[in-house]
């Protein structure tokens, strides 16, 4: 959220332009037409890239059915609401378009190619609510339309209604009726079903594809009604096609059902599966029980592809996980996991993603573990075996007596763990099952740590079936630290051991990093502005 001081900043330095057409306030226009001469002036482009962004001030001609960029001037970083360029996607959100007396929502998207750059008009949709589309109910509250069932066609959640799941919705059949769900920047879902088979979630099939692509000024929130408790509603859940385990061994075709709702399937022979895009959204309160004992977790990822797009997701405060995977090669960055009321980052059934930038955080009064990672508890060595990849996870910890470890592996699982830092949990890390030493001895590079600090009142435990200890395994590779890691917060404070250098991940998904921890310095928060009570 804004904090004073850094809006203060923003403030004076960026004046010159503010006083133009921007303002700080969610009202205000940060586009605007002129008919006369068909020219679109932009004041504030933010154009995201690569984990940085670019500030420009930039005018649009329409030319044809489509805009041309007339010009586009470097200006200094500003905050508050704008207009955002994102090249993951190659969409240009403009928030707010005043066109006479009207605003609308505009998205543009990039001409392949086009040089000067051309855009065409993907949406242009007025800011005020304007009745519900066929696909909705009207909903229980002012300015609100009600989803419910399975949505078979592709349709638009756009950010001048609040969305109300009633009940679980779906998004395609299973492998069937695929559709794509389009969610605009700024825009709400409420969950407000009931408990068990009337519990309110929302579940992206295998086959279809969500597109929630927020903005940083305007993310998407997904949330309960009253927004006080975790358990409020359901959660998010996205089924795909990429390898899973837990068949039997020599099955050609792995598919399994969801734990907790069995008539679900998940899992194929696709590890490039694409089930769409999720940037700049949070996950709040979520975790209703779909059976007794059996809560859902804040985002559920069941054998989700590598040719998914996850950038910038926060779970605040679930029931259950934060998030957690089931196998699958699903890829993160720029993952926050706040409250989670059991493990904040938990794997099973074969994962064999890549995560880089994770800041794990533990309220001070519930929680399990930071990160919970098995191969798979009924087989512990189904193939494929879990062993994602992660770099620059922060986990900060509890310390109170139920709380456990920062990292526990089990269960067979394998992983290669970069550039993080551990602190604040009774341990540290843990290591356990016959199956998951087995695999390290047999597997050399299977199960590894490197340029990682570990702070906590213990460091290191054993478990079950130990042929190594934790900390020889940490100790072996001598980038590893033990001792504190100066943080303020979660950021490295000054003279922080973990801004000393990075380790260089050999995988194209990692941009190189010089420090260890999810952040850089004080100055690269990038938790800023698109999170919710982070602090
Ligand atoms: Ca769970
Ligand atoms: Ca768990
Ligand atoms: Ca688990």
New binding site residues.
């Given amino acids: 959220m804004y904090q004073s001081e850094y809006l203060k900043k923003q403030f004076i330095t960026t004046s010159a332009i503010l006083f133009s057409s921007i303002a700080f306030n969610a009202h205000a226009a940060t586009a605007t037409y002129d008919s006369a001469t068909g020219i679109v002036d932009l004041p504030v482009v933010e154009v995201l890239g690569g984990g940085s962004s670019a500030f420009y001030r930039t005018q649009l001609q329409l030319n044809g059915n489509e805009l041309q960029l007339i010009s586009a001037e470097s200006i200094a970083a500003v905050s508050g609401q704008r207009n955002v360029y994102d090249s993951d996607t190659s969409a240009v959100h403009v928030a707010s378009v005043a066109v006479g007396a009207d605003e609308f929502y505009a998205k543009l998207r990039l001409v392949p190619g086009s040089n000067p750059m051309r855009f065409t008009v993907d949406q242009l949709v007025s800011n005020a609510f304007q009745g519900c589309p066929s696909f909705a109910q009207p909903g229980p509250t002012a300015n609100s339309c009600a989803l419910s069932g399975t949505i078979t066609s592709d349709v638009t959640l756009t950010k001048n209604v609040e969305w109300i799941l009633n009940g679980p919705v779906y998004v395609g059949g299973d492998n069937a009726q695929s559709a794509t769900l389009t969610i605009n920047p700024g825009t709400k879902i409420v969950g407000v079903g009931g408990q068990g088979d009337q519990a309110a979630y929302l579940w992206v099939r295998r086959g279809s594809k969500i597109m929630a692509e927020g903005t940083p000024d305007n993310p998407i929130v997904m949330t309960g009604p009253s927004e006080l408790a975790a358990g409020e509603w359901g959660g998010f859940l996205i089924s795909g096609n990429a390898p899973v385990n837990g068949c039997n061994e020599g099955t050609p075709l792995c598919e399994v059902p969801f734990e907790a709702i069995v008539s679900e399937t998940y899992g194929g022979n696709n590890p490039v599966d694409n089930s769409g895009v999720i940037k700049y959204t949070q996950v709040r309160f979520a975790g209703t029980a779909v059976r007794p004992d059996e809560e859902l977790n804040g985002v559920t990822l069941n054998g989700v592809g590598s040719g998914t797009l996850i950038d910038y997701l926060q779970v605040h405060e679930g029931l259950d996980?934060g998030i957690?995977v089931f196998g699958g090669t699903v890829q993160m960055k720029h993952l926050v996991v706040t409250n989670a009321q059991d493990?904040s980052l938990?794997?099973?059934n074969g994962w064999q993603g890549r995560v880089q930038f994770a800041l794990l955080k533990q309220s001070a009064v519930i929680g399990d573990r930071g990160i919970?990672?098995?191969n798979n508890?009924k087989n512990q060595d189904s193939i494929p075996r879990a062993q994602p990849i992660l770099s620059n996870i922060t986990v900060i910890g509890r310390s109170g007596d139920s709380a456990s470890q920062s990292v526990l592996l089990r269960r067979g699982t394998g992983a290669n763990i970069w550039n993080s830092v551990f602190t604040g949990s009774p341990v540290c890390l843990m290591i356990d099952s016959p199956s998951t030493y087995a695999n390290h001895d047999a597997n050399p590079g299977s199960l590894t740590i490197s340029n990682s600090f570990v702070n906590c009142a213990t460091n290191f435990k054993d478990g079950e079936g130990v042929t190594f200890t934790a900390e020889s395994w940490f100790s072996s590779e001598p980038t590893n630290k033990a001792g504190d890691p100066l943080l303020t917060g979660y950021l490295p404070a000054s003279g922080s051991p973990l801004t000393l250098g990075g380790a260089a991940v050999s995988d194209p998904f990692f941009i190189p990093v010089d420090y260890a921890g999810a952040f850089k310095d004080t100055n690269s928060d990038w938790t800023k502005e698109w999170t919710f009570s982070v602090n």
């Fill in positions: 996980d957690e493990d938990d794997w099973t919970e990672a098995d508890e």
